[in-house]
């Protein structure tokens, strides 16, 4: 079974300013899909960035962008210039294709606050 | 395209009721699954679905029960609520195949056991 484990459960950062957020997992798998999902106070799962592990080169969409150390099963999230609108809880999350469903396991979430 | 749709959004249960939570979509999506959020805990698996009449447990089963007659609804029943059944629970949907790996989350219902 795979593990997902987020370290920080709160992060404060000043708006315009960057925030890393760290994940590691636990696989003995080898092709594999990782995950950062938003949820802001309206619930709602949002997915922010997705990096196929068979991919060397890291994922970035827009001011986000992740450190994929496959070696080191560590996926961190960078989020730049930070906006109040990021203010959310940010989930780590690692799925496994099969013909059985994309399952995903997510990590305990970290806390993202974004001072004005 | 409305997507994944959860019903009800909110709902407060006594102890040993029933209930059904409804869960749709629209995109023709083969695969389905149930999550429940807890405080620190993530979102952890309750059951899925492969297609119509294909279903599976995931990592917390026990309790809850799922059906899938159709490729669109995936409802998941609670035979007799109990209070550690108090949780935020989301319905997700997801294409076959390979390269697409995005699940998409409805908006959660929030249920209190008392």
């Known amino acids: 079974a795979q593990t997902v484990t987020q370290s920080q459960p709160e992060m404060s950062v000043q708006e315009a300013e960057t925030v890393t957020l760290s994940c590691t997992y636990d696989?003995?798998?080898?092709?594999?899909?990782l995950f950062w999902y938003k949820q802001p106070p309206s619930r709602q799962m949002i997915l922010v960035i997705r990096?196929?592990?068979?991919?060397?080169q890291n994922a970035t969409e827009n001011r986000f962008s992740v450190n994929f150390q496959k070696a080191a099963k560590s996926f961190s999230l960078k989020i730049s210039d930070s906006q109040l609108g990021d203010t959310a809880m940010y989930f780590c999350?690692?799925?496994?294709?099969?013909?059985?469903?994309?399952?995903?396991?997510f990590g305990g979430g970290t806390r993202v606050l974004v001072k004005p | 395209n409305a997507g994944v749709t959860q019903t009800p959004k909110f709902q407060v249960l006594k102890t040993g009721q029933s209930m059904t939570l409804q869960c749709a979509q629209d995109?023709?999506?083969?695969?389905m699954s149930w999550y429940r959020q807890d405080p620190g805990m993530g979102l952890r698996l309750i059951h899925y679905?492969?297609?119509?009449?294909?279903?599976d447990q995931g990592e917390v089963p026990n309790g809850y029960n799922v059906s899938r007659s159709t490729t669109e609804d995936f409802p998941l029943r609670l035979l007799s609520a109990a209070p550690s059944q108090t949780s935020v629970y989301f319905c997700?949907?997801?294409?076959?195949?390979?390269?697409?790996?995005?699940?998409?989350f409805g908006q959660g219902t929030r249920l209190t056991v008392v």
């Open positions: 997700a949907s997801s294409p076959p195949g390979r390269t697409n790996t995005e699940a998409f």
């Open positions: 696989t003995s798998e080898n092709n594999y899909y």
């Open positions: 990096q196929e592990a068979y991919k060397q």
């Open positions: 999350a690692f799925m496994k294709h099969s013909a059985a469903g994309n399952k995903l396991t």
């Open positions: 995109m023709n999506h083969e695969y």
């Open positions: 679905s492969v297609g119509a009449g294909i279903t």
